[in-house]
């Protein structure tokens, strides 16, 4: 007699699954920006400036109203770890940048995530390659309705 065939996964079952590591890497991102008496929220902020971002933007994609994003950029800004620049091409439009000791911050959160660093540790070359690819196979189409 041979072996059952494995089923695949339902859509559901895959949903859970990463609500559920998305739910552990938040609560270790949590823990890591609290070590550096950041908010996750604030440490969040710091994580999407790749470059000059408008305030409007940081609201969109933090899912919050921009009036909630001033006061998070009021305080990262007093403690030296963003700027707000006028926008060249509309000076209507503030933008905020990391500075270089922002920049630097949120690096050492993400260092020292230990528990998902420890997880990610658990994978072999191919198996941390295979995981990379398809989850920017996943990324592609969610980022695109962003």
């Given amino acids: 007699m041979s072996a059952p065939t494995p089923q695949a996964p339902t859509k559901l079952q895959l949903l859970e699954l990463l609500a559920a590591i998305g739910a552990a890497q938040w609560r270790d991102f949590a823990a890591a920006a ?3 008496g950041l908010t996750s929220t604030q440490a969040r902020v710091l994580a999407q400036l790749n470059g ?7 609201a969109t994609l933090l899912v919050c109203d921009a009036s909630n994003v001033t006061g998070i950029v009021d305080r990262l800004e007093g403690r030296g ?11 209507r439009v ?3 940048v990391a500075t270089d000791e ?3 911050i949120i690096r050492r959160v993400r260092e020292e995530m230990q528990a998902t660093h420890g997880a990610l540790d658990t994978l072999d ?3 941390s390659e295979t995981l990379y690819a398809l989850l920017e196979r996943l990324r592609r189409p969610l980022e695109k309705d962003a």
């Fill in 81 to 91: 770890l963003v700027r707000r620049e006028t926008d060249a091409a509309d000076r």
């Fill in 102 to 104: 922002g920049r630097d």
């Fill in 34 to 36: 609290a070590g550096h």
């Fill in 125 to 127: 070359a191919a198996e």
């Fill in 94 to 96: 503030k933008n905020v």
């Fill in 52 to 58: 000059p971002l408008p305030m409007r933007g940081l």
